[in-house]
Nanobody, 123 residues
Framework: QVQLVESGGGLVQAGASLRLSCAASSRTFSNYAMGWFRQAPGKEREFVAF????????AYADSVKGRFTISRDNAENTAYLQMNSLKPEDTAVYYC????????????????WGQGTQVTVSS
């Protein structure tokens, strides 16, 4: 079992930056690929980024590529999402997720989810 807790969300103006954190309870955190997803009001949850267990392999949704950076610190059992140049359309609840194999853009392939953190970007 892995428990995930996100933090770092908030209300910011367009163009600002935020860094989200995802703290994991598991001592085997390095065995898991981590993903970030987001869900805006009235929309389906969508893929944002993933990172493999070692941090070598990452992938991003086209909508965030070049603005967001996913990373992890296996010694701290934490994954991060650095979000720069935020836009109003980035407003959503952001979730981190873990899976036992490689990274994936498909939310149904993730076994563990956090409770989410709200990000609101004003224009």
């Amino acid at each position: 079992q892995v428990q995930l807790v996100e933090s770092g969300g908030g209300l910011v103006q367009a163009g600002a930056s935020l860094r989200l954190s995802c703290a994991a309870s598991s001592r085997t955190f390095s065995n898991y690929a981590m993903g970030w997803f987001r869900q805006a009001p009235g929309k389906e949850r969508e893929f944002v980024a993933f990172i493999n267990w070692s941090g070598v392999t990452t992938a991003y949704a086209d909508s965030v590529k070049g603005r967001f950076t996913i990373s992890r610190d296996n010694a701290e059992n934490t994954a991060y999402l650095q979000m720069n140049s935020l836009k109003p359309e980035d407003t959503a609840v952001y979730y981190c997720a873990a899976r036992s194999y490689g990274g994936s853009a498909y939310l149904y392939e993730y076994n563990y989810w956090g409770q989410g953190t709200q990000v609101t970007v004003s224009s």
